[in-house]
């Protein structure tokens, strides 16, 4: 939760880049909806886990991003970088897309109902969010649709690097856990 905190802001920052380099008022409005998202229904379950820890956002600011989470915030930067839309969305959707399709999976298990992150997990299971997560990847093919075969192999590529390093991401929270079992 804690390093999601620190993941998170630095996200919504690259909408920021998409919005200023937006063909359309309607691209805009996209963008706009899908950071709405990450401020409100990201933020209000996450600061009450981060309450459960005493901690705020203003102390999120003083901690260090963990390697695979600077990888993936770095690579974020590298494709706004290039300032072209169709690559930010290749990097943006694998971190709300595998979330919806992850959640859902989970929300269907039925023993996830007493699992502690069951309001996190119901949130992200939300047919709502699934709906949206719909509407975001169809305007992604809508603007990828006239692109040459070789632009689209390599936007492809870009939206496999960002799911890999949402895996790595997984995976950072499994090995702090094999790091305390050790030091015990
Ligand atoms: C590493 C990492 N990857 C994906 C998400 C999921 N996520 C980020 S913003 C957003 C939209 C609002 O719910 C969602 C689902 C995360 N939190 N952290």
Redesign the pocket.
Known sequence: MIQ?SI??KN?ARIYGKAIFHADTLREIQLYYSMLN??ND??SEVRLDYLKQFCMTDNDIELIAPLPENQN?IDFMFEIASHGKNEEILMAVLP??L??SYIFRKLAAVPTSRQSRYWDFIK??ADEQ?AESCKEWSAFAEHKCAGLSVANKKYLADIFEKASLL?LA?WKMAYRNERMEENAK
Do not use: G, K, P, W
């Open positions: 999601d993941y998170l996200y998202f990450v229904t990201e993936y971190c709300m595998s979330y949130d992200h969010y949402e991401f």
